[in-house]
């Protein structure tokens, strides 16, 4: 059974940082790609950013393109998600993602950004 548990999200002001880990309850090399969703209250979940397996390559919404980092930790079975500059519409529940075969989600973590 595939587990993602995220942490790291709280409350921040407008322009601070945040960064966001989830541990995979087993080895992420076992996945195609992991990567971070969002949802803001009343609006659909949208991608973050994806990191791949093999190669390394990452995608971002266009909304993060120079703000967020996405990278893995392979020894610790980690992804994380490192926030700067944020802004009140970053503001959302983030969720870990992984996919094989299908995708598999974490419980999300709350982000608030305050003006």
């Known amino acids: 059974q595939v587990q993602l548990v995220e942490s790291g999200g709280g409350l921040v002001q407008a322009g601070g940082s945040l960064r966001l880990s989830c541990a995979a309850s087993?080895?992420?090399?076992?996945?195609?790609?992991m990567g971070w969703y969002r949802q803001a209250p009343g609006k659909q979940r949208e991608l973050v950013a994806t990191?791949?397996?093999?190669?390394?390559?990452?995608n971002y919404a266009d909304s993060v393109k120079g703000r967020f980092t996405i990278s893995r930790d392979n020894a610790k079975n980690t992804v994380y998600l490192q926030m700067n500059s944020l802004q009140p519409e970053d503001t959302a529940v983030y969720y870990c993602a992984a996919h094989k075969y299908r995708y598999y989600w974490g419980q999300g973590t709350q982000v608030t950004v305050s003006s």
């Open positions: 990191i791949t397996s093999v190669g390394d390559s990452t």
């Open positions: 087993g080895s992420i090399f076992n996945f195609n790609a």
